[in-house]
T-cell receptor, first 112, second 116 residues
Framework: QKEVEQDPGPLSVPEGAIVSLNCTYS??????FMWYRQYSRKGPELLMY????GNKEDGRFTAQVDKSSKYISLFIRDSQPSDSATYLC????????????FGSGTKLNVKP | EPEVTQTPSHQVTQMGQEVILRCVPI?????FYWYRQILGQKVEFLVS????????KSEIFDDQFSVERPDGSNFTLKIRSTKLEDSAMYFC??????????????FGPGTRLTVL
């Protein structure tokens, strides 16, 4: 099932860089878009959630949703070594918002 | 800060054996979930549970799987007769709300199940 696609990486950047993480999807019914961060041997932790289209900013993190292109992004500004983790996008529909469809995750390594 | 806990962290079992994975959701949450992640693959939804019954299940969640809330705190996933392909990380999650709108799902640290 290829409803949500995500480049697995790994993505390696120097500290302070701007990081761009992306997912594409095929199901136009998706309305809820989430970004989770997962550290090694831990469960996913919600970073940001967006409903429908647009941008949302929270500190160094910005989430963007482009429904016309079926494309979502997470930007991390001034990346830190502590941001090194796997980032998962997840989505759900309006009619079944509790059933999440995850991307495969992008492994990010921020080098000091 | 309240968190979802899972036990055991790692379970090794022989093919054909029954396993029970245990979760303690966050105390005031009403909706509970199980997901699994086979090594190198996506996190996949298995089942959601609300008001003591299954509200949604995926194609993966066949007759070999069952869930239960045996008391006021635990939420369990039982696999009746494990297969090699059941080897995965199993995540429990919980959320507030009554299911009428989106609510953040809080994930536990997972149980790694290895079937030999």
């Amino acid at each position: 099932q290829k409803e949500v696609e995500q480049d697995p990486g790994p993505l390696s950047v120097p500290e302070g860089a701007i990081v761009s993480l992306n997912c594409t999807y095929s199901n136009s019914a998706f309305q809820y878009f989430m970004w989770y961060r997962q550290y090694s041997r831990k469960g996913p932790e919600l970073l940001m959630y967006t409903y429908s289209s647009g941008n949302k900013e929270d500190g160094r993190f910005t989430a963007q949703v482009d429904k016309s292109s079926k494309y979502i992004s997470l930007f991390i500004r001034d990346s830190q070594p502590s941001d090194s983790a796997t980032y998962l996008c997840a989505m759900s529909t309006l009619g079944n918002f509790n059933k999440f469809y995850f991307g495969s995750g992008t492994k990010l390594n921020v080098k000091p | 800060e309240p968190e979802v806990t899972q036990t055991p962290s790692h379970q090794v079992t022989q093919m054909g054996q029954e396993v029970i994975l245990r979760c303690v959701p966050i105390s005031n949450h009403l909706y509970f979930y199980w997901y699994r992640q086979i090594l190198g693959q996506k996190v996949e939804f298995l089942v959601s549970f609300y008001n003591n019954e299954i509200s949604e299940k995926s194609e993966i969640f066949d007759d070999q799987f069952s869930v239960e809330r045996p008391d006021g705190s635990n939420f369990t996933l039982k696999i009746r007769s494990t297969k090699l392909e059941d080897s995965a990380m199993y995540f429990c999650a919980s959320s507030q709300g009554d299911g009428r709108s989106y609510n953040e799902q809080f994930f536990g640290p997972g149980t790694r199940l290895t079937v030999l």
